[in-house]
């Protein structure tokens, strides 16, 4: 027995020393781990509420499991920070989501014990049972769990995950931890003991012998006798859902008692065949007040104060592109009560949360369902309404197909509201709105905007609302704006069209987005060094300014285009149009600036930038070197 005043925690470094610690010391382990939780995200910031829940879970989890021989795969992994700590990253834990330290998410490249990468809702369930049937193929005899939340399981690709497992009946362990009591709360120590014994060897048994028994009956009675039993459980513990996809059903059960967790985990780890699903029930934020007084229960925080739970908000000079879009978009949705807003899981991270205060009738936040979002968004747009289409650009490209299929084809006027459009800082490449102008560009029918600052933001939400002639999306990205004066109302933008913000004779930039600032600052520097340069933002990726673009190529030496996105979208569609246009015959030189076909690390967002390339003294850079590489390096030192 160690000595009272020494911390557990600093005794684990690994998952074998928490099993090598007596049941009895692990309420204690739990409340320190706890404990290290919130000191690490106070000063890091990051998610919190979701890892706060799950402490007693990821406790038992390892104590009983045999990680990482067993396979444990957490969904989305926004809640694996205590899982990090107890397996040998507590040394890094304070790195979180700094460049150059841990992940925010689980990751297979950080450590032998993050089996499957997620920073994206509900892949875990189709991953595990993947690796259980890997596992079964090579005649292995390990355990593979996956932990996925309630949220999670409003996403279609969960239930089509137990649907094949429950026809494969290969041997897997799926806890829904459920934190919101979304589908039934535990009944205490009724709950608990119904739990383990429907999950102990003697009960499998027993209802083995009741199966044999059964099966010498008339097929009437057999199926009567069947349905009785897997309905009984059902009737007590609520898991006729999961027992009709295959799965054996275990619970609900307080995930916050480990007297509770450690047997029943123990019993259907020992279960020798099949799916089995046990339903645990955890509270958001447990054991933090601020976080559990939080309406969001702290799901992603700021460095905070750990006494008084205040956070470190930075001082922000101008307003974030979300709230200027969710003003602008309240302000068309009061003019126009035929526009409404659909988001799939984030009211408050799209800003459509302040349009649901005044109309909460035309908002729907349909979970975590792109899929579903866009076609939903797709069958009002079909009737006449106006949607707003509220999505993460990293996040809609989950639903591609149905951006394609039931709207882009059918010529709906679906309106896309692409927030965290191009690199995201701390979320990482998970996160990054990197591919939305190249895959929404490339579609028949489809209008994309950027927007280079908030004035143009509100002005770009005015286009939309106004646009019926199909589908458009608008892009903006994470963070505040850059401070310029924003208009009452916006006005809507001719479709199409660009503007000049500085001329020039002899090298001309045309941006997408808000590389904008950068460019007019490479300007300003090509200026002192005698180079007279063209400043344009282009608005549009589709369609395109011809008339603009075949200009800067007429009057120009040299063209170079930059974006916030990946290669092949909007310096791939200029440099198409030169090209049939006959533009690139007369000498005229292109350069396009994108991010870098790699993906970038965490970091502060100006890093990321500035390491992709993107900023203005990489366009300083690209313009010299084009111009030396046409024999004009005399003309520019």
């Known amino acids: 027995m160690s000595h009272p005043l020494t911390p557990l925690l600093d005794r684990i470094r690994t998952p074998a020393d928490l099993r090598a610690l007596p049941a009895g010391e692990l309420r204690r382990l739990a409340d320190e781990l706890r404990a290290e939780t919130i000191s690490a995200v106070s000063v890091t910031g990051g998610h919190l509420g979701a890892g706060l829940g799950v402490v007693e879970l990821t406790v038992a989890l390892h104590y009983v499991f045999d990680t990482p021989h067993d ?36 990751r297979r490249s950080e450590s032998e014990y993050d089996p499957f990468g997620a920073a994206h809702s509900s892949t875990s369930i189709s991953a ?31 239930y089509e995950a137990m649907n094949n ?141 750990v006494v008084t739970g205040a956070q470190a908000k930075p001082k922000s000079n101008a307003p974030s592109y979300t709230s200027v879009f969710a003003d602008a978009l309240l302000a068309e949705g009061t003019r126009d009560e035929k526009i409404v807003a659909v988001t799939a899981a984030m009211p408050q991270g799209t800003g459509v949360d302040r349009f649901a205060e005044l109309y909460p009738d035309r908002v729907y936040d ?4 792109e899929q579903h979002a866009v076609t939903f968004a797709a069958g009002l ?55 939305d102008v190249a895959y929404l560009a490339c579609l028949p029918n489809m209008t994309v905007m950027a927007a280079a600052d908030e004035a143009e933001l509100v002005h770009m939400v005015a286009t939309c609302a106004a646009h019926d002639s199909g589908p458009i999306a608008l892009r903006y990205p994470r963070g505040e704006g850059v401070g310029v004066d924003i208009p009452e109302r916006g006005v809507p933008l001719p479709i199409g069209k660009g503007r000049i913000l500085r001329e020039g004779s002899r090298v001309a930039i045309l941006s997408l987005g808000t590389r904008l600032g950068e460019a007019l600052k490479a300007a300003d520097e090509l200026a002192s060094r005698g180079l007279s ?98 024999g004009a390096a005399s003309l520019i030192a």
């Open 71 to 106: 396979r444990l795969v957490w969904d989305v992994g926004h809640q694996a920070y205590p899982h990090k700590i107890l397996t040998g990253r507590r040394d890094r834990i304070r790195t979180l989501r700094q460049g150059g330290g841990l992940s925010g998410f689980t």
């Open 128 to 158: 595990a049972l993947g690796m259980a049937v890997a596992r079964d193929l090579a005649h292995r005899d390990n355990n593979v769990i996956a932990v996925i939340g309630d949220g999670a399981m409003s996403a279609g690709m969960a």
């Open 165 to 305: 497992a429950g026809g494969l009946q290969s041997r897997l362990i799926v806890i829904l931890n459920d934190n919101d009591m979304s589908i039934a709360p535990p009944t205490g120590a009724m709950s608990a003991y119904l739990a383990r014994l429907v999950s102990s060897r003697t009960y499998m048994s027993l209802r083995d012998v009741a199966k044999q028994l059964a099966k010498r009956l008339p097929r009437f009675f057999y199926d009567k006798a069947k349905q009785t039993e897997e309905y009984g459980r059902g009737f007590f513990t609520g898991g006729t859902l999961f027992e009709e996809l295959g799965f054996y059903y275990v619970g609900p059960i307080d995930g916050h008692n480990l007297d509770h967790l450690l047997p029943v985990l123990k019993n259907v780890r020992d279960m020798p065949r099949g799916p089995v699903l046990v339903h645990v029930v955890t509270k958001k934020g447990k054991g933090y007040p601020p976080a559990e007084a939080a309406d969001d229960k702290y799901h992603g925080v700021s460095a905070f104060d």
């Open 366 to 369: 349909v979970g975590i369902a």
């Open 381 to 435: 747009a079909a009737e006449g309404f106006r949607p707003f289409c509220a999505i993460y650009s990293t996040f809609l490209q989950r639903a591609y197909d149905q951006v394609v299929h039931d709207v882009a084809v059918q010529n709906l006027p679906v309106r896309f509201a692409l927030d965290r459009a191009g690199l995201v800082g701390a979320d990482g490449p998970t996160h990054a709105g990197a591919f």
């Open 533 to 630: 340069t063209t400043v344009a933002d282009a608005r549009f990726a589709k369609p395109l300014d011809r008339e603009l673009i075949l200009r800067l190529a007429a009057e120009h030496e040299l063209i170079v285009t930059i974006e916030e996105g990946a290669v092949g979208g909007f310096g791939a569609h200029v440099l198409s149009l030169l090209a049939d246009a006959g533009a690139l015959d007369s000498g005229l030189k292109i350069r396009t600036m994108t991010l870098p076909d790699r993906y970038l690390e965490q970091e502060k967002p100006e890093r990321q930038y500035a390491a992709a390339g993107l900023d203005a003294k990489a366009i300083v850079a690209k313009v010299l070197a084009a111009l030396a590489a046409g």
